[in-house]
């Protein structure tokens, strides 16, 4: 069992750049691939980044790629997400999430969530 904590959201003006946190519980953070999602009101949960465990290996969106950031700190038990030259189109609650696989967090069909952080980016 995962626990996840997000934390960093808020309101940012076009341009700027916002850091997310989630602090996973647990001995085993290191085992776990992380992710991140997001879901903009009235549409579905999509995709952003994911790290593998050892943090050799990423991937993101298209939308996002250049300027977003997903890192890891396994002795901090921290994933993080640094989210540069935000857009109003990335305004969304942002989901930590964790599974055993890259390929799993990406699926989304069996991650542990958090609960979410929003994120509103002004025009």
């Known amino acids: 069992q995962v626990q996840l904590v997000e934390s960093g959201g808020g309101l940012v003006q076009a341009g700027g750049s916002l850091r997310l946190s989630c602090a996973a519980s647990g001995r085993t953070f290191s085992s776990y691939a992380m992710g991140w999602f997001r879901q903009a009101p009235g549409k579905e949960r999509e995709f952003v980044a994911v790290i593998s465990g050892l943090g050799r290996v990423t991937y993101y969106r298209d939308s996002v790629k250049g300027r977003f950031i997903i890192s890891r700190d396994n002795a901090k038990n921290t994933v993080y997400l640094q989210m540069n030259s935000l857009k109003p189109d990335d305004t969304a609650v942002y989901f930590c999430?964790?599974?055993?696989?890259?390929?799993?967090?990406?699926?989304?069909?069996?991650?542990?969530w958090g609960k979410g952080t929003l994120v509103t980016v002004s025009s």
């Open positions: 999430a964790a599974d055993s696989t890259v390929i799993g967090v990406q699926r989304g069909d069996r991650n542990y």
